[in-house]
T-cell receptor, first 114, second 114 residues
Framework: AQSVSQHNHHVILSEAASLELGCNYS??????LFWYVQYPGQHLQLLLK??????LVKGIKGFEAEFIKSKFSFNLRKPSVQWSDTAEYFC????????????FGSGTRLLVRP | DAMVIQNPRYQVTQFGKPVTLSCSQT?????MYWYQQKSSQAPKLLFH???????NEADTPDNFQSRRPNTSFCFLDIRSPGLGDAAMYLC?????????????FGPGTRLTVL
């Protein structure tokens, strides 16, 4: 069965620190990849997505992610975090060949200290 | 703005008392999803409608049912809520043509079971 792993469940950073959140998936076929963010008390919002082409994708609020097919990874990065980035981050994968549904990772809760 | 709307935002019910949550969308997407999300966990897909076709996840309890009277509206019915059903319920939509299955989420309904 397809699965998505987010290895960091809780991350605490100080403002201006760099961020990298890991995401690995298990599926050998073609995938669409997503990072969603859920700010405290708010709904899930799309941060960025990868469908094809340049494996380095840029999203909103200075976030970017790199798709490394050989590693089945789609890690999220931000060079300098802000307090307002405190949120929960979910990686999600769509296995294009088999379904239009998304498979979510378990999420990473990020706390940025001012 | 096109969006996914959920009502109510907060719902309190008693143990065993049926409850209905509603979702509407102005995106004209053909797929609508219901997820259950418990604290610090990934959204768990309960079921979805592909147009008028209902698709239940294998592990969704019979206690949960859904209706989609038209393209814009979808309802989640919990026939006999138990304490374990207290959660955030998320509605999402997507289209299956040209969008690579990106899902758009509503703000959620937080269900409390007393």
């Amino acid at each position: 069965a397809q699965s998505v792993s987010q290895h960091n469940h809780h991350v605490i950073l100080s403002e201006a620190a760099s961020l990298e959140l890991g995401c690995n998936y298990s599926y050998g076929g073609t995938v669409n990849l997503f990072w969603y963010v859920q700010y405290p008390g708010q709904h899930l919002q799309l941060l960025l997505k990868y469908f094809s082409g340049d494996p380095l994708v840029k999203g909103i609020k200075g976030f970017e992610a790199e798709f490394i097919k050989s590693k089945f990874s789609f890690n999220l990065r931000k060079p300098s975090v802000q307090w307002s980035d405190t949120a929960e981050y979910f990686c999600a994968v769509n296995a294009m060949d088999s379904s239009y549904k998304l498979i979510f990772g378990s999420g990473t809760r990020l706390l940025v200290r001012p | 703005d096109a969006m996914v709307i959920q009502n109510p935002r907060y719902q309190v019910t008693q143990f065993g008392k049926p409850v209905t949550l509603s979702c509407s969308q102005t995106l004209n997407h053909n797929v609508m999803y219901w997820y259950q999300q418990k604290s610090s966990q990934a959204p768990k897909l309960l079921f979805h409608y592909y147009d008028k076709d209902f698709n239940n996840e294998a592990d969704t309890p019979d206690n949960f049912q859904s209706r989609r009277p038209n393209t814009s509206f979808c309802f989640l019915d919990i026939r006999s809520p138990g304490l374990g059903d207290a959660a955030m319920y998320l509605c999402a939509t997507s289209r299956t043509s040209g969008s690579f299955y990106e899902q758009f989420f509503g703000p959620g309904t937080r269900l409390t079971v007393l």
